[in-house]
C-alpha cells in the first residue's frame, strides 16, 4: 500500500473516532432525556433496568350496592417479597422470626423462594395461591425485622368468595384481540397492555369503558448492578395523582339479600335457574340469582355457569297465560265471567289438560286460578296473532328488559349483557297453524321468555299496565363522591303505552285466587299474603323429557313490595318445587323488611 493511501485510511479511522466521540458526549450530556426518534430518556431506562416492580391496584373502578357497601375489590395488609432478599444473605436468626410470624417453616418458606425471580406475594400455597391476609399485629412484626425485600403492602382481590350476584357482575379476563380492535387508542397511549384484563362478561363488560380507570398503582423497588437496594431510594410507590378515580358504580342490589338469597338457592337445591326479585314500583333489580354457580376467580367459558339464567330465554309454561289472558281481556274476545267446557282432552294434536277428566263448566277467571288449558286453548283460538304480539310486547316480552338509554356519549347504553328477547313464534307460518297456536297458549311449542321479562311482567301490572325498564345501575360516582351520572327510572323503550289499568286490575286479583284456590294454594301460610301464577313446560332433550318449573307472582297482597320470578329448569319431574322456593323467597323478602324496620 502507498504511503498515500495508508495516510488517507488512517485520517479516515481518527474522523470515525472522532464522531463516535462526539457522538457519545452528545448522549450522556445533552441529549439523555430524549434520545433518539422516540425520545427515550436513558437516565429513566438505566433505573428501570434496575427495578422490580409489581401492580398493587389495576385502577379499575368498583361495584357497590344500594347502600354504598363493596361488592367487588377487597383490600387487605399482604407481604410483598422481593427477589432482592435471596441475595442479601439475611442472618438465620432473622429468618426463624419471620417463620415464627408467618406461621411456617424453612421448607415452605425455600420452596417459596425458589420460585421468586420477580416480586411474589407470600401466598397461601393452595390452589388459588392467594396472599395471605396479615393482621395488624403480624404486618408490624414484619416491620421490625432486619430483613431487605420485604414489604407489606395493600392487596387488591377483586372477587371474594361466596361471589354473590356473580353472573350480573360478571368477570375480567385477558383478550389481546379484543383490546386491539376495541381499545387500540388506550393501547398507544400505554393506558393499556396486551395482557389488560378487561370485563368479558355481565356489568364488567357493559361498563368496561368507565371500570378501566386512568392506570394501576406499582409497587417499586430499585436496585444498583449488585442487586442491593439503592440507597436513598427504597420502595417506591407509583399511584394516578388523581382523586376522582378509581370510579364508583353503585347497583341496585341489595347486598344483604343477594347473599341470602345465594344461600337459600343451595339450600333449596336449585341446580339450573334463576330468582328475580324487583321492586314493585319501579323495577329496580334487589337480587337476581343464577345457578348454576361459578367463580369468576376461575372461569371455564365452555361450562355454563358464567351465563346468567335470569337472562336466559326458556319455555314458560303456564306464566304465559297471563299474556294470553290480557289480549283477550284487551281485544274484548272473553269475558271474566263467561263459562267454557274443559272434558280433558282437545281431541286431536295430543293437547289434553294437566287434569285428564276435565274441569267440566268452568269460567275464563276460574280457567286462570286453575291454570286449564283447554279453556286457553279456546281462547287462543278466538285471538289474531298479531293481537297476542301487540299485548305480549306491551308487557315487555320481545324487548330487553334492563335499562336502556343514552349514557353520556354512548346512545343506546345496555346495561344489561347478553340478555335474550324471548319470542312468541318461530316463524310467520307458525302464528297460524292450529296445533302450534294450542300449544302457543299454555307457553309450550316455540314460546320463550327469561325470569327477567317474566318478572317485570308483574311490575307491569302492578303499575297500570306499563312496563318498566328494570335498573342493575342507579349511577356511577367519581372517587370522591361526586357524582358522574345517574340513571334515571323510565318506561320499557318501545313497549307502546301498556294495557289498560283494568286489565292489569283483574289479572292482579286472578293471581290473589291462584294462592287462594288455584295451583298455588301451598303458599297459602306464607308470612305475607301473596298472589301469583304457576307455569310447567315440557322440554323434550336428548330423547326424555324435562321439565322448567315457574312461579311469578308478588307479595305483599295489600301493598306489593316486590315481584318476584322463580325458574327450576331440565327438572327430571314436573313437581311443587318452583312454588316452593318462591314461598321460600318471599319469607326471606318479608324477614328483611321486618328486619330493616326494627334497625330504623
Not at 417506591?236 to 358504580?249: E, F, G, K, S
Not at 314493585?280 to 343464577?290: F, G, K, L, P, R
Not at 370522591?480 to 289499568?501: N, Y
Request: glycine share 10%; charged share 20%.
Amino acid at each position: 500500500m502507498s504511503k498515500r493511501r495508508l495516510f488517507g485510511a488512517l485520517l479516515a479511522m481518527m474522523a470515525l473516532m472522532a464522531g463516535l466521540l462526539l457522538r457519545t458526549i452528545w448522549i450522556q450530556g445533552i441529549a439523555r432525556d430524549r434520545f433518539s426518534s422516540k425520545q427515550v430518556n436513558l437516565v429513566t431506562q438505566s433505573v428501570l433496568q434496575r427495578e422490580q416492580r409489581l401492580l398493587l391496584h389495576s385502577g379499575r373502578g368498583n361495584f357497590y350496592d344500594r347502600s354504598g357497601k363493596p361488592l367487588t375489590g377487597e383490600t387487605y395488609p399482604a407481604l410483598l417479597v422481593f427477589p432482592v432478599l435471596l441475595d442479601s444473605r439475611p442472618e438465620p436468626g432473622e429468618l426463624a422470626k419471620l417463620y415464627r410470624i408467618l406461621g411456617t417453616d424453612s421448607t415452605a418458606w425455600n420452596s417459596f423462594c425458589k420460585k421468586l425471580s420477580t416480586p411474589r406475594f407470600w401466598n397461601d400455597a393452595s390452589a388459588l395461591g392467594l396472599p395471605v391476609r396479615l393482621t395488624e399485629e403480624t404486618a408490624a412484626a414484619i416491620g421490625e425485622l432486619k430483613l431487605e425485600g420485604l414489604a407489606v403492602v395493600p392487596y387488591e382481590r377483586r372477587y371474594v368468595a361466596p361471589y354473590a350476584a356473580a353472573q350480573l357482575i360478571g368477570y375480567v379476563s385477558q383478550d389481546p384481540a379484543r383490546l386491539r380492535a376495541e381499545f387500540m387508542p388506550m393501547l398507544q397511549a400505554g393506558r393499556l397492555v396486551p395482557s389488560s384484563q378487561i370485563g368479558a362478561s355481565g356489568l364488567e363488560k357493559t361498563f368496561e369503558p368507565y371500570l378501566r380507570g386512568i392506570g394501576g398503582t406499582f409497587i417499586s423497588l430499585y436496585t444498583d448492578s449488585l442487586n442491593h437496594p439503592i440507597p436513598g431510594i427504597g420502595y417506591r410507590v407509583h399511584a394516578p395523582d388523581n382523586p376522582y378515580y378509581p370510579l364508583r358504580v353503585i347497583t341496585t342490589v341489595d347486598g344483604g339479600l343477594q347473599a341470602d338469597l345465594e344461600q337459600l338457592a343451595d339450600q333449596a337445591g336449585l341446580k339450573d335457574g334463576a330468582i328475580v326479585v324487583l321492586d314493585a314500583e319501579n323495577a329496580d333489580i334487589a337480587a337476581m340469582v343464577s345457578r348454576p354457580a361459578f367463580n369468576p376467580d376461575h372461569v371455564n367459558p365452555g361450562a355454563p355457569g358464567w351465563n346468567n339464567r335470569a337472562l336466559q330465554e326458556a319455555a314458560p309454561g303456564s306464566i304465559f297465560k297471563t299474556i294470553v289472558a290480557a289480549a283477550a281481556l284487551e281485544h274484548g274476545v272473553a269475558a271474566p265471567d263467561e263459562v267454557f267446557e274443559c272434558k280433558g282432552a282437545w281431541g286431536k294434536y295430543h293437547f289434553t289438560c294437566w287434569k285428564k277428566e276435565g274441569h267440566g263448566q268452568i269460567t275464563f277467571r276460574q280457567a286462570y286460578e286453575q291454570s286449564c288449558n283447554i279453556v286457553f286453548g279456546q281462547i287462543m283460538l278466538r285471538l289474531e296473532p298479531g293481537q297476542l304480539e301487540d299485548t305480549a310486547r306491551k308487557l315487555g316480552l320481545g324487548l330487553p328488559a334492563g335499562w336502556t338509554g343514552k349514557l353520556l356519549q354512548t346512545k343506546d347504553f345496555k346495561q344489561l349483557d347478553g340478555e335474550q328477547l324471548g319470542r312468541i313464534w318461530a316463524d310467520t307460518a307458525a302464528a297460524v297453524d292450529e296445533g302450534i297456536r294450542l300449544q302457543t297458549a299454555i307457553g309450550q311449542r316455540d314460546v320463550r321468555m327469561t325470569p327477567l321479562q317474566a318478572a317485570n311482567m308483574v311490575v307491569a301490572l302492578l303499575n297500570g299496565g306499563e312496563a318498566r325498564s328494570a335498573r342493575a345501575v342507579r349511577e356511577i360516582r367519581y372517587g370522591t363522591g361526586r357524582l358522574m351520572t345517574a340513571f334515571p327510572k323510565h318506561k320499557l323503550q318501545d313497549a307502546q303505552e301498556g294495557i289498560g289499568k283494568r286489565t292489569s286490575g283483574i289479572l292482579l286479583e286472578w293471581m290473589k285466587d291462584v294462592v287462594e284456590d288455584g295451583t298455588g294454594t301451598a303458599l297459602k301460610g306464607a308470612r305475607w299474603q301473596l298472589a301469583g301464577k304457576s307455569g310447567t313446560a315440557q322440554v323434550p332433550e336428548g330423547g326424555t323429557d324435562l321439565y322448567n318449573q315457574w312461579f311469578v307472582g308478588y307479595g305483599p297482597v295489600e301493598a306489593p313490595r316486590y315481584a318476584v320470578a322463580v325458574a327450576s329448569l331440565r327438572q327430571k319431574a314436573s313437581g311443587p318445587e318452583a312454588v316452593r322456593l318462591f314461598g321460600q323467597v318471599m319469607d326471606l323478602l318479608a324477614k328483611h323488611q321486618e328486619t330493616g324496620l326494627a334497625d330504623q
